[in-house]
């Protein structure tokens, strides 16, 4: 059971723990489960992958650890983050988390920035929240920080409203805030589902080099095993709420343990080759 | 090599923008396509969103007209027809559009879908043409019963194989499709390809598949027509394009496509 993990090693424990995860939902026919007893760790610099198709439970997964699923969840078992329980916190200590320790990179940003408030603005909300500084500094901060993210003309682009960017540059702008306070894990949500490959090759660079500068952990939810192979350390592959198997990517793809998994690698169209589909 | 059942002659579409006193430039959605389609072949037409592919398909469905060019299917070039003619060519054209959900009639049952088709066209008595849908059900891998059902009522899977019932009901010779397995998981979208794949090869059907993923497009064409703001950069054989891409913006398409090498050897 225990495959080697390479950034597991040397580390004192994982930036993410969860353990024996379930959330439930109430409905007038009984409990409805939509994660079943999962475990999963993100080990610090590590990313890793949960890949499942609708309704596979995955997303709950990851609000599970942002404590932001939607009203009249009932969530049991344990998440730590570095050693710090998150499901018995008040919310007002989560709060405190959320967006300084642990980030959330959401699949539509255009539906998560607010269409009224300059760029700029939102990105520095992070450090007007946490941080409480002052007007200038923030805005210096966040001239950097669209930098990061590799928007061109960060001064005057800060400036602009959503709408005036780009779905590419939404994309970087949610990015650019997740990164403001160096947190030490990311979750991302299908975060190119709705990019264009070659504006989504692009975002995938951009994370993996935020890996590779800053050390944050990224957790990233997917439904495309592409993705998974080219950016992620470790995959975990979910279906109706449970994990069927986890292991490295290599392996995962070469040497599927699990039928459904098999299944997956085999329903999923590749560039490099043709199947049976035409005849 | 025969007359091509769809041929795309030199076809451009200029959107107007701007108001009654602002007469700006117009934006040109589709410069200057010609392709030609031979029988029972696939064009797989790829790009990413703003490059004119769903343009170009609803041309050919004729409900865009060209700003400039023809086009031409089984010889006829398709905005001269009137009348007969023209309800003929509407029976020789079907659609099978992306989001299944938003293409059917949502008080509808499916039986009533089906048989619309069929009404419009004077086909058949009722019982015959509930034969004929009692058999195509079965034949797109459904149950027949599920005709008595609202389309909420089916998954997503389920409508995209009534959407390509409903697309050969008439015996076209040509299907368009525009994205028809986008919305779907990967596990249903396999299955909605094979049935594609079949029903083209039962039917004898000519048809053009619209999509932004190239694995897919991969899977399902004879010949790939590669799109960019507008022009087709580059088209020619399925594998050739893939395997030898010959143009820049191919060749960063395709190195955009998150696929592993050790995917390749699969």
Same mark, same amino acid.
């Given at each position: 059971?225990?495959? !080697? ?9 994982? /930036? ?14 009984? #409990?409805?489960? &939509? ?25 709950? &997964?990851?609000?599970? #650890? ?36 642990? /980030? ?9 920035l607010n269409? *009224?408030m300059r760029v700029g603005r939102q990105v520095g909300e ?16 966040v001239?950097?920080?669209?930098? /990061?993210?590799? @928007? /061109? ?9 959503p ?10 702008a949610m @990015?650019?805030m ?13 975060? *190119? ?7 989504? #090759? ?50 995962? !793809?070469?040497?599927?343990? #699990?039928?459904? *998994? ?18 | ?26 934006? %040109? ?9 031979? %029988? ?12 004119? %592919? ?27 027809? +009137? ?23 949502? +008080?509808?049952?499916? +039986? ?6 069929? =009404? ?38 389920? %409508? ?5 019932? +409903? ?21 249903? $979208?396999? $299955? ?26 991969? =899977? ?22 893939? =395997? ?7 060749? =960063? ?14």
């Amino acid at each position: 059971m225990s495959e !080697f993990r390479p950034h597991a090693q040397g580390a004192a424990r994982p /930036a993410l723990a969860i353990r024996d995860l379930t959330v439930d939902f109430q409905r007038r026919s009984g #409990a409805l489960r &939509t994660v079943d007893k999962v475990s999963l760790d993100v080990w610090p610099k590590e990313i890793v992958g949960v890949i499942g198709e609708s309704g596979s439970g995955k997303t709950m &997964t990851a609000l599970s #650890a942002m404590r932001l699923l939607p009203h009249g969840a009932r969530i049991g078992g344990a998440i730590a983050l570095g050693g710090r329980d998150l499901v018995d916190i008040g919310e007002s200590e989560m709060r405190a988390l959320r967006g300084d320790r642990i /980030a959330l990179i959401p699949q539509d940003a255009m539906q998560s920035l607010n269409p *009224t408030m300059r760029v700029g603005r939102q990105v520095g909300e992070p450090y007007e929240f946490h941080r409480k500084q002052s007007y200038g500094a923030i805005w210096s901060k966040v001239v950097e920080l669209l930098r /990061a993210v590799k @928007i /061109a003309d960060p001064e005057t682009r800060a400036r602009d409203y959503p709408h005036q960017f780009s779905g590419g540059m939404q994309q970087r702008a949610m @990015i650019a805030m997740g990164l403001a306070l160096d947190p030490e894990l990311i979750i991302a949500d299908e975060p *190119t589902t709705a990019l264009d490959v070659t504006v989504q #090759a692009r975002i995938l660079k951009l994370l993996r080099d935020i890996r590779d500068e800053r050390g944050s952990a990224i957790l990233f939810i997917t439904h495309e095993l592409g993705i998974v192979a080219e950016l992620c350390d470790w995959v975990y592959v979910m279906k109706d709420g449970k994990v069927v198997e986890d292991g490295p990517v290599k392996r995962i !793809f070469e040497a599927p343990k #699990a039928d459904y *998994t098999r299944m997956l690698l085999e329903a999923t169209p590749s560039i490099h080759r043709r199947k049976g589909a035409k005849r | 090599m025969s007359e091509p059942v769809v041929r795309i002659e030199n076809v451009s579409k200029v959107f107007r923008q701007g108001g009654l006193f602002n007469r700006a430039p117009g934006f %040109k959605a589709v410069s200057n396509v010609s392709l030609n389609l031979a %029988k029972n072949r696939t064009l797989g037409i790829v790009g990413e969103s703003g490059s004119g %592919k769903s343009t170009l398909l609803r041309m050919v469905l004729r409900l865009i007209q060209p700003s400039e060019g023809r086009i031409l299917v089984n010889g006829a070039e398709i905005w001269s027809l +009137r009348g007969g003619e023209l309800k003929a060519l509407r029976r020789q054209v079907q659609p099978i559009f992306q989001n299944p959900a938003s293409s059917f009639n949502p +008080r509808q049952t499916i +039986r009533a879908i089906l048989s619309a088709p069929l =009404e419009v066209h004077g086909i058949g008595s009722v019982a015959e043409r509930r034969e004929r849908i009692t058999t195509l059900l079965r034949r797109v891998g459904l149950d027949p019963a599920i005709e008595n059902r609202l389309p909420h009522q089916l998954s997503g899977g389920q %409508k995209q194989r009534i959407a390509i019932a +409903r697309a050969v009901i008439l015996g076209p010779s040509v299907v368009l499709a525009d994205e028809p397995t986008s919305a779907l998981d990967v596990s249903v $979208q396999a $299955q909605v390809l094979k049935l594609f794949a079949d029903i083209k090869y039962d039917f004898g059907l000519t048809t053009i598949f619209v999509s932004h993923n190239l694995a897919v497009i991969r =899977e399902v064409s004879d010949e790939v027509a590669v799109m960019r703001r507008g022009e087709v950069v580059e088209q020619g054989e399925a594998d050739r394009i893939f =395997e030898d891409p010959q143009h820049d913006y191919t060749r =960063e398409l395709l190195a955009a496509v998150p696929s592993p090498a050790f995917m390749a050897r699969a």
